[in-house]
């Protein structure tokens, strides 16, 4: 099953992106509706909600009285806390459950206005946000829905912002044109990505990189950091309830500022223990965000040249996602391997002239190398001559793993 999360402030456009979506074969979870469903009479949300505010939130025929709660927890925060508290995990809960019974070959869209808000995001495969400017989104409330242009912009200014959403959005659907400019981007967010991640997600399939060189490789992108910082946070996420990794950083050249490189992100998840990854908990964590193991890759090239190997071991797995190529290399925390990832990093960060002088190789072996494997391969008698003067620097600065 692909997740995706839907959300945009009111008025954006994120209903009806989802009912377009809907339209397309989506399987739509409307948290809207699912929040209404908990607190209906004989819910336990709903006890629990009388329990902490009190007889006079229900009314007597046993349903919520939103008026008399919203009286008492709009003006105190703790309140309003109290109630989310209670009402958060019941939502997730019939939300998981929804998806739990939908077959496996769904696109499961959570249609979620606080997506971004509560930090949910991180479960979903891909977040999409709808954009629309505050002064489109007030005329369009008000015109079409018959708000209050007070209430709207109230409204408006009590959720995130527009820079907030867009730092965690996978994809930004630019509502500010016709609703059928809208039906086409999302037409082709569905055939172009939705469509093809979910089918590599169902056979286990990565995404592949561009098999030509100067096709893969392009100039730094101002997107590789926030989309690492986002495959950061879904591993992360993934990974804590099985206790097995102690850090994920974004690794690599992408991690440089001012470099050329593949584009596909690198990350390094360091775990306890590497046979940990082989464990069935850990698997299956990694397989449902989006990762499969390529079991072909176990080790990287050992520095310095003939140095012990069992420092060097990893696995290695690559993201589904069509739209954004992603390879994860787990090693284990304090190996040779490990350690010479973050070095590498941490180097070429500090060291502009070092950063110059690997790019000016990569644009030589570009000359040479037509095949982006040959390439990847032709980079490594580099690597020996980086690696001692890279550990050097380490000495001479002190430098410590993060
Ligand atoms: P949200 O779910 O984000 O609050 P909606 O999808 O309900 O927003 O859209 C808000 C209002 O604006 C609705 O009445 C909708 O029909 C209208 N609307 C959405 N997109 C457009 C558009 N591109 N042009 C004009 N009206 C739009």
């Known amino acids: 099953m692909l997740r995706v999360g839907v959300t945009g402030g009111i008025g954006s456009g994120k209903s009806t992106v989802s009912r377009r ?30 329990a902490r505010f009190g ?19 709009f003006p105190d925060r703790e309140a309003l806390d109290a109630l989310d508290a209670i009402t958060g995990p019941a939502i997730a809960a019939r939300v998981a459950e929804r998806r739990a019974a939908a077959p496996d070959d769904t696109i499961s869209v959570y249609d979620m ?23 489109t989104r007030v005329r369009r409330l008000v015109g079409e829905r018959g708000l209050d242009e007070t209430d709207a912009r109230h409204r408006i200014a009590a959720q995130a912002t527009d820079a907030q959403r867009r730092a965690v959005a996978d994809v930004v659907l630019d509502n500010s044109g016709t609703p059928d400019d809208l039906a086409r981007a999302v037409d082709a967010l569905w055939h172009e990505r939705l469509v093809p991640y979910e089918g590599n997600l169902v056979t286990g399939t990565r995404s592949r990189r561009p098999d030509l060189a100067r096709e893969c490789v392009v100039d730094p992108r101002a997107d590789w950091e926030p989309r690492a ?12 309830p099985t206790g097995v990794a102690t850090e994920v950083s974004h690794i690599g050249s992408t991690s440089v500022p001012g470099l050329l490189a593949k584009d596909v992100i690198d990350v390094q998840v360091g775990l306890r223990h590497l046979a940990d990854a082989d464990r069935d908990d850990v698997l299956r964590a990694l397989r449902d965000v989006g990762y499969v193991f390529s079991h072909g890759i176990h080790s990287d090239t050992p520095h310095p040249v003939g140095s012990d190997p069992a420092g060097w071991t990893k696995r290695f797995l690559g993201g589904c996602d069509p739209g954004s190529h992603v390879h994860v290399h787990v090693r284990e925390h304090g190996s040779a391997g490990w350690r010479f990832a973050l070095l590498f990093r941490d180097w070429l960060r500090h060291e502009p002239a070092e950063r110059d002088a690997y790019a000016t190789e990569k644009h030589r072996l570009l000359g040479l190398h037509e095949a982006t494997s040959d390439y990847v391969v032709a980079k490594e008698a580099w690597f020996e001559g980086a690696w001692q003067r890279a550990t050097d620097w380490a000495e001479r600065t002190g430098w410590q793993p993060r």
């Open 21 to 50: 979506l809907a339209e397309l074969g989506a399987h739509v979870i409307d948290a809207d509706a699912v929040a209404r469903e908990v607190v209906e009479p004989g819910e336990p949300t709903l006890q629990r909600i009388r």
């Open 55 to 73: 007889d006079a939130v229900v009314r007597d025929d046993g349903s919520l009285d939103r008026a008399a709660l919203a009286a008492i927890v």
């Open 113 to 135: 206005p606080l997506l971004v808000e509560r930090g949910l995001w991180v479960h979903e495969h891909l977040t999409v946000v709808v954009e629309t400017d505050v002064e």
């Open 229 to 240: 910082e986002r495959v950061v946070a879904r591993l992360a996420a993934a990974l804590a």
